[in-house]
């Protein structure tokens, strides 16, 4: 079973620019988790989508958005970047968010992001 | 509000030492679930074990051990006879048991180096 793919792997922007990072997830999974790693914050958790549908957030302004389409796949955006905004950003699947049982997240290898 | 403390930044040993990585955590929920994570020089957070509040039976599997001590509010890990191959970031993680809410609260890691 193929893992938790994110594309692209590394990303390299300008101050005031937009990027969409997308996730796709282990076939079968529909939760999708979005974490943010830096040196100094750490692993900070974004937002998490399950049946298209946002039903949890973390403390990020609005300018960090997300979405999750019919096949589970899920993107997420940000737009005006700051610098603040390098961060490896990680994807998160996980099989049924109804099934507390079944709450392990499977990660994918990241989007390494660098504002310029 | 939850929390996860890893008091230990780094830990250096020689190969073939024992290694305890320490977890504490901080909830108000009487159901919840804790993970560990190792992440490898390549970036992506493999998962290790989730323990449910309701189980607090040690594991063993291989090298590795957990003790879940709800008492001391602590989840703590250990290497035996650690190798090369162990040397990684390793991150304790704690999620509410929240029908719909797949939120990982991470401490800020521990970085383990096995030395040869």
Redesign the interface.
Known sequence: KAGVTQTPRYLIKTRGQQVTLSCSPISGHRSVSWYQQTPGQGLQFLFEYFSETQRNKGNFPGRFSGRQFSNSRSEMNVSTLELGDSALYLCASSLDGYQTSYNEQFFGPGTRLTVL | AQKVTQAQTEISVVEKEDVTLDCVYETRDT?Y?L?W?KQPP??????LI?R?SFDEQNEISGRYSWNFQKSTSSFNFTITASQVVDSAVY?CAL?E?N???????????TRLTINP
């Open positions: 159901t679930y993970f994570y390549s970036g992506e957070l493999v998962f989730r449910n991150f999620s048991a029908w719909g809410a797949q939120k990982l609260v991470f401490g800020q890691g």
